[in-house]
């Protein structure tokens, strides 16, 4: 926790400044963290919903690849399955914490390639993916995560942790 030092003939608009820094200050990551997890996994879950029937893809998804996302270098159908496997596999380990940073990275390598070959007037919303998604590659998924207990368990120390 930082503390923010001020000198003593600060008025009081100045000290209740740096009061409600401080509070700021002091939330744990850990919130941050699964915020930073929880929400974009929940996005891209919903979206994988829509390209299944039960436990099969939909003609819909096929056809949404063939039709509207036209991606390059790779067959519509292949893009569909890859992206409904995706769309469903990495918020799984987001949410639960495990390989947290790969499912980031993952995530925010699809976030890209959907921001540049399909939707590139969607950056507003894409922009706030990545930044979760940076977060948690860069400072980790925090305390609330599988990740936390396996580096604890193995006595792997990280200095975000908390």
Do not use: N
């Not at 915020?35 to 299944?52: D, E, L, N």
């Not at 029937?53 to 996302?69: K, N, P, R």
Request: hydrophobic residues 55%; proline residues 6%; charged residues 15%.
């Amino acid at each position: 926790m930082s503390t923010v030092t001020l000198p003593t003939e600060q008025g009081p608009l100045v000290r209740l400044a740096a009061r409600i820094i401080g509070l700021l200050e002091s939330l744990p990551y850990w919130v941050l963290g699964l915020a930073a997890r929880m929400f974009p996994a929940a996005v891209f879950w919903q979206s994988g919903q829509t390209k299944i029937e039960g436990w099969h893809l939909s003609d819909s998804a096929i056809a949404l690849f063939q039709d509207e996302y036209k991606l390059p270098l790779i067959d519509p159908t292949v893009a569909a399955y890859g992206a409904a496997f995706a769309e469903h596999f990495f918020p799984i380990l987001l949410v639960l914490g495990l390989a947290s940073r790969f499912a980031a990275l993952s995530l925010l390598i699809m976030t890209s390639i959907i921001e540049i070959f399909v939707y590139p007037d969607a950056w507003p919303t894409h922009g706030v993916w990545a930044t979760c998604f940076l977060l948690v590659i860069t400072r980790g998924p925090g305390l609330i995560s599988l990740d936390h207990l396996i580096a604890r368990h193995f006595g792997i120390v990280t200095r975000r942790a908390k």
